[in-house]
Antibody
């Protein structure tokens, strides 16, 4: 069974750093791209960026470029989303999702709730 | 890269049909046959319902169908059922390995 399992909820203060993870199983990790998607409280889905696990080539949506970093560790079949300096406006649920051979994302992680508050 | 435009809400009685529009531009919806639709129930991860404009993943009922004309894509849910009450998002390839979601539509089954 294909699964994307994300790390647990986080509570951080503004200015702190954070890395959340997305561990995949059930398929060859390097075959399909992984995207990250933000959903702020009560709001819609926003595509943040994607990474190709085989060569770490990535693309970001302009609002997120420079504020987050997407990376992978092929040795543990895991993708990461990280911030060097969190803001209160980063409070949201973050989903990882797999591009299963087409531009669509077909399998989603369960989501990671990130709360940033002083 | 602005969000695709969807109506905030749509509704229908059980058994009826509802159609949700998704308006983009020639740089996204109109430029590629890579529109997908996602269903999201409260507190849950989104679920893929339609991909590549008209294709249904295995397990998605054939009550769900997709289409596209120009810069506008549409999702139709026929024979509405109570479990179809959810938020629906369109999503399109936007070139240069980037993607964009729609603003989302809440479907209510009356």
């Amino acid at each position: 069974e294909v699964q994307l399992v994300q790390s647990g909820a986080e509570v951080k203060k503004p200015g702190e750093s954070l890395r959340i993870s997305c561990e995949v199983s059930g398929y060859s990790f390097t075959t399909y791209w992984i995207s990250w998607v933000r959903q702020m409280p009560g709001k819609g889905l926003e595509w943040m960026g994607r990474i190709a696990p085989d060569d770490s080539n990535n693309n970001y949506s302009p609002p997120f470029q420079g504020h987050v970093t997407i990376s992978v560790d092929k040795s543990v079949n895991t993708a990461y989303l990280q911030w060097s300096s969190l803001k209160a406006s980063d409070t949201a649920v973050y989903y990882c999702a797999r591009h299963g051979g087409t531009p669509a994302v077909d399998i989603w992680g369960q989501g990671t709730m990130v709360t940033v508050s002083s | 890269q602005s969000a695709l435009t969807q109506p905030p809400s749509a509704s229908g009685s059980p058994g009826q049909s509802v159609t949700i529009s998704c308006i983009g531009t020639s740089s996204d919806v109109g430029g590629y046959n890579y529109v997908s639709w996602y269903q999201q129930h409260p507190g849950k991860a989104p679920k893929l319902m339609i991909y590549d404009v008209t294709k249904r993943p295995s397990g998605v009922p054939d009550r769900f169908s997709g289409s596209k004309s120009g810069n506008t894509a549409s999702l139709t849910v026929s024979g509405l059922q109570a479990e179809d009450e959810a938020d629906y998002y369109c999503y399109s390839y936007a070139g240069m390995n980037t993607y964009v979601f729609g603003s989302g539509t809440t479907v209510t089954v009356l």
